[in-house]
Each structure stands twice: as C-alpha cells, then as structure tokens.
C-alpha cells in the first residue's frame, strides 16, 4: 500500500499546489475550477484505498469512480485520439498513450476501492 500512499501524497500535493496558485494566475477560467474540483473528488477514494479507510458508503465510491472514468476519462480518450490524429508523429502518438496510461494508473485505486474492497466496507458497517 505504500505506493498507493505516496500516489495520494503526489495527488494531494498537486491539487493543493493548483488551489494555492489559482490567485496567482492571470486569468482564471471555468476549467480551472473544474479541474480542482475533479481532482478533490479523486482525492476521496485515493486516501480510502492508500490508508484502507471507508469514507462515505459503497455507493458513493461507485459513483465517483463512474465520475472520474466518464469525465477525465472520456476527454482524455477523446480529445487524445482527436489530437493524436491531426497532428500525427511518433512522439505525439507516445505522449498520448502516455497520457492514457497515466489516466488508468490513476483510476485503478478508484475502481479497486470501488468495487474490489468488500471487507473494507463490512468493517465501515460493523
């Protein structure tokens, strides 16, 4: 589990660091608060896998994973092929598959603190 922790520390630290910084910018759009906002969500069921803690119910993890995996997910896919194909290179094909590969290492505590940590929720209801 000391991966999934130091992964929770990293995501944490950025998404502090994105709060911290939005003042700071130029010009703040609806993006950036969606983004914070996206990351704040994934942030619960990363701190649930990483320290083996029930917050919330079953059905709350599930559907922040649906969120997560629809919403960062989908653009990520889309927008990633859309791109890949306009401007076709090797090294826009691997940053793409990079960016994919990143997104599933990111939604693999989501989905296993979803779906695959039933005792950790037995022991939440006890």
């Known amino acids: 589990m ?4 130091l992964l929770f520390g990293f995501a944490a630290f950025v998404t502090v660091s994105e709060l911290i910084g939005l003042p700071f910018k130029e010009n703040v759009d609806l993006s950036n608060f969606v983004s914070l906002i996206v990351s704040g969500i994934l ?3 990363l701190y649930g896998y990483a320290f083996n803690v ?5 059905a709350i993890a599930i ?11 989908g653009f990520t896919l889309i927008f990633g092929v859309a791109f890949t194909i306009q401007h076709f290179s090797v090294v826009q094909l691997v940053f793409s598959t990079g960016s994919f590969a990143l997104l599933l290492f990111m939604l ?6 979803a779906f695959k940590s039933d005792e950790l929720w037995l022991k939440n209801t006890k």
Do not use: N
């Open 2 to 5: 000391k991966k999934w922790q």
């Open 63 to 73: 559907a922040i994973f649906v969120f997560t995996a629809v919403v960062p997910g």
């Open 108 to 113: 693999y505590p989501v989905f296993m603190y």
């Open 43 to 45: 942030l619960i069921p």
């Open 54 to 58: 029930a917050i919330g119910s079953k």
